[in-house]
């Protein structure tokens, strides 16, 4: 008998009401997949060694690669982004919020965007990123 999961998606806020959702319950049995900081940082660099980053200079086409991974890393735990019930997404300078709206608008197509913090801080791991992005997946077992 296969086993499903019951996510729930509330916005008490008007104002939220298709912008990004305030609150999500999950109830059943399933797999809850942490993603830590995905950035742009060159996948291909080696082992032991920082990783360069791509698109220098571009939160535009660094968050498209960081959703790129992300997407990547959840398909491997057998998860998409419609099963992202979080994410919290760090930038440099409040000046990247735009292109990064987009760029997220983009990457969950006309699936449902998750509960969404973002913030600004004064730095990242790596010089000359200029985003991260944090998630939390929940996928039935």
Not at 61 to 74: F, N, P, T, W
Request: charged share 20%; with cysteine.
């Amino acid at each position: 008998m296969s086993q499903t999961l019951e996510v729930k998606r509330y916005n008490p806020s008007e104002w939220t009401k298709g912008v990004f959702t305030e609150i999500i319950t999950v109830n059943g049995p399933g797999k809850t997949i942490y993603l830590a900081g995905v950035g742009a940082e060159d996948e291909t660099a080696p082992a032991g060694a920082f990783a360069p980053i791509r698109h220098l200079g571009d939160p535009y086409e660094q968050c498209r690669y960081s959703y790129d991974k992300i997407k990547r890393a959840l398909a491997a735990h057998g998860g998409t982004l419609a099963d992202v019930v979080k994410q919290v997404v760090y930038v440099t300078d409040i000046r990247y919020q735009a292109p990064v709206a987009k760029c997220r608008r983009e990457a969950y197509g006309g699936g449902p965007i998750p509960i969404n913090t973002f913030l600004v801080v004064s730095g990242l791991a790596i010089q000359g990123m200029l985003l991260e992005i944090d998630v939390t997946a929940v996928v039935p077992k």
